[in-house]
């Protein structure tokens, strides 16, 4: 593989990167917050990526082209899955707030995610989108020259999608809580937190919904 072969992969998956998808609500969730978290979400995602660039390396991604029905089934768990990030996300918010009334404060209490908490999301939000895996399977075969390692090859191609979405990610994790520091009027934060959980869980469920039809 080339320099040039490399740089045109690495053009292909700033573009992936540039589209927004789960992931990046995700960590615009987590990180209203705390950088440091969403930060972790975004270095979970990377790790997700390169996780799916080992399948492919050694075939087993090839399972989600050749059968629907396990493909119909990791979109559905994937779907499910941001609808419980959606869902536990607003339930959260709502009971920070209550706490917030109780103790005689504003009514609004940041809900902060722990660092671990965030990887953990970012990996299994990436595992569980099986269009990584078909992105693969789309296109390292074409970066991948014949006689060479096929294994070698497709991690190195993986660990370049991984650092471009993370350094995408952790750039939104950033201005997020950047955002939030400039908008910390307790109505704005309440109605992000709640905005942002509402889109995870209608995603979510246009996911499962999707699996369920095709």
Same mark, same amino acid.
């Given at each position: 593989?080339?320099?040039?072969?490399?740089?045109?992969?690495?053009?292909?998956?700033?573009?992936?990167?540039?589209?927004?998808?789960?992931?990046?609500?995700?960590?615009?969730?987590?990180?209203?917050?705390?950088?440091?978290?969403?930060?972790?979400?975004?270095?979970?995602?990377?790790?997700?990526?390169?996780?799916?660039?080992?399948?492919?390396?050694?075939?087993?991604?090839?399972?989600?082209?050749?059968?629907?029905?396990?493909?119909?089934?990791?979109? !559905? @768990?994937?779907? #499910?899955? =941001?609808?419980?990030?959606? $869902?536990?996300?607003?339930?959260? +918010?709502?009971? *920070?707030?209550? /706490?917030?009334?109780?103790?005689?404060?504003?009514?609004?209490?940041?809900?902060?995610?722990?660092?671990?908490?965030?990887?953990?999301?970012?990996?299994?939000?990436?595992?569980?989108?099986?269009?990584?895996?078909?992105?693969?399977?789309?296109?390292?075969?074409?970066?991948?020259?014949?006689?060479?390692?096929?294994?070698? !090859? @497709?991690?190195? #191609?993986? =660990?370049?999608?991984?650092? $471009?979405?993370?350094?995408?990610? +952790?750039?939104? *994790?950033?201005? /997020?809580?950047?955002?939030?520091?400039?908008?910390?009027?307790?109505?704005?934060?309440?109605?992000?937190?709640?905005?942002?959980?509402?889109?995870?869980?209608?995603?979510?469920?246009?996911?499962?919904?999707?699996?369920?039809?095709?």
């Amino acid at each position: 593989m080339t320099f040039v072969s490399l740089l045109a992969f690495a053009g292909l998956c700033l573009m992936l990167a540039l589209i927004p998808g789960p992931d990046t609500f995700m960590v615009l969730r987590i990180s209203l917050s705390r950088v440091g978290a969403g930060i972790s979400a975004a270095a979970g995602s990377g790790t997700g990526a390169l996780v799916w660039a080992a399948l492919v390396g050694f075939g087993l991604a090839a399972i989600l082209e050749q059968s629907a029905e396990v493909f119909r089934w990791i979109k !559905i @768990a994937g779907g #499910l899955y =941001l609808l419980y990030l959606g $869902i536990s996300s607003f339930l959260k +918010a709502r009971k *920070a707030a209550k /706490a917030g009334i109780a103790a005689g404060g504003d009514g609004h209490q940041p809900l902060v995610y722990s660092k671990r908490a965030g990887y953990g999301a970012g990996v299994v939000s990436t595992l569980l989108n099986p269009k990584v895996g078909l992105f693969y399977l789309a296109v390292v075969p074409q970066f991948i020259p014949q006689g060479a390692n096929t294994l070698a !090859i @497709a991690m190195i #191609l993986g =660990l370049t999608l991984a650092v $471009i979405g993370f350094l995408y990610l +952790a750039t939104i *994790a950033f201005l /997020a809580y950047r955002a939030m520091k400039w908008l910390r009027k307790p109505k704005v934060n309440t109605l992000i937190e709640r905005i942002s959980s509402g889109i995870l869980a209608v995603l979510g469920v246009g996911v499962v919904a999707s699996g369920a039809t095709s």
